[in-house]
């Protein structure tokens, strides 16, 4: 005969378990979707299956390095590389990223619409067979149903100093690649020293500007040449009427790459009978200099009166 009091036990280990089970199922249960707030228009397009005007979306004739996403969940849907002009009014991609796009049968029966596979949204329809590109696929999609993300530029980093540093930037600035530049202290011994300071000549800092530039557009020895042709490469501890070791001509270096290429040109200028005093050096902490210096001439509308160019090379 089956004890009741084991009954009883056995009846409260499933309660027990039962309920564990619920409340391990809720807490796995994942949050509801966040979407992004959405305009009347776009809600008409991606929500109730407009359609926008022909030729009138953002991305039609948009031809940037980069990935198309959802404008509904911020999903990626397509890559640039994908996209190709048909000539129809909208953006066209001939494949889309695996897994982010699904197809069903159109309400007219006829066609094939395609969705954003994670928010259900509406981007458009599909066609096939129209040799517009070898994969023979066409997905013909509103500009309002998308965003983009630009490709991430790959940037590299280069310090040079020369003497003041507003003539310096000057001259870096203007050639093509060149992102940003920035005036500053480095190769000291002091942290966030000012330029009260490094004009002490006490911190052991030059002034220098700090390059982010494009190597896809400009290499490093393009930015090497320019700073050896807008200075005196021969003058030591200083530059023109600027005297002192703050005002010293060296290079920084980030790389062995960077080291080997500014020694060459060194070399180079030596060959020539140039008696080069240039130091090089790796690159160090930069410390920014203060906000008046930064693109002084462009403020004040001058010219550096001690960094003309010429040719050397």
């Known amino acids: 005969m089956k004890s009741p009091w084991l009954s009883k036990q056995v009846s409260k280990s ?13 807490s796995q249960a994942q949050e509801p ?25 953002k991305y039609e004739d948009h031809d940037e390095d980069g990935t198309y996403t959802c404008k509904q969940c911020d999903a990626p849907l397509y890559r640039s590389n994908d996209k190709f002009d048909a000539q129809c ?8 990223i695996p897994g982010a796009v ?34 023979n696929t066409r997905h013909c999609v509103n500009s309002i ?23 310096v930037e000057y001259q870096l600035k203007k ?22 300071q490094v004009c002490t000549g006490q911190t052991g800092h030059a002034e220098a500007v700090q390059v982010i530039f494009d190597p896809t557009l400009v290499n490093y020895e393009t930015l090497a040449k320019i700073f050896f042709e807008t200075h005196d490469p021969t003058q030591e501890d200083g ?16 790389s062995d790459e960077q080291q080997a290429t500014a020694k060459r040109l060194i070399d180079i200028l ?9 130091e090089l050096s790796p690159a160090s902490t930069f410390y920014s200099g203060e906000e008046y210096h930064q693109d002084y001439y462009q403020k004040t509308g001058g010219t550096p009166y001690c960094h003309p160019y010429i040719k050397r090379f």
């Not at 149903?145 to 100093?161: G, M, Q, R, T, Y």
């Not at 530059?239 to 980030?254: A, H």
Request: hydrophobic share 35%; with cysteine.
């Open 102 to 135: 699904k197809r069903v049968t159109d309400a007219d029966g006829q066609r094939t619409e395609i969705l954003c596979a994670n928010c259900d949204g509406h981007l458009g329809h599909v066609f096939l067979g129209e040799n517009f590109t070898p994969k």
């Open 270 to 278: 030596k060959g020539k009978g140039l008696d080069v005093v240039t």
């Open 239 to 254: 530059q023109g009427p600027d005297l002192g070791d703050q005002y010293r001509s060296e290079v920084f270096y980030f």
């Open 89 to 96: 009014g909208w953006p066209s991609f001939d494949e889309e």
């Open 145 to 167: 149903s998308l965003n983009f993300e630009p490709a991430e530029v790959p940037v590299e980093k280069a310090i040079f100093a020369s003497g003041c540093f507003w003539g």
């Open 33 to 57: 979707m966040k979407y992004n707030k959405l305009t009347p228009e776009e809600q008409r397009v991606i929500l109730s299956k407009g359609t926008e005007r022909p030729y009138s979306g």
């Open 175 to 196: 050639i093509d690649g060149v992102i940003s530049t920035e005036v500053g202290y480095t190769g000291g011994h002091v942290a966030n020293p000012t330029y009260s």
């Open 14 to 26: 499933l309660s027990i378990l039962s309920f564990s089970l619920l409340f391990f199922n809720c």
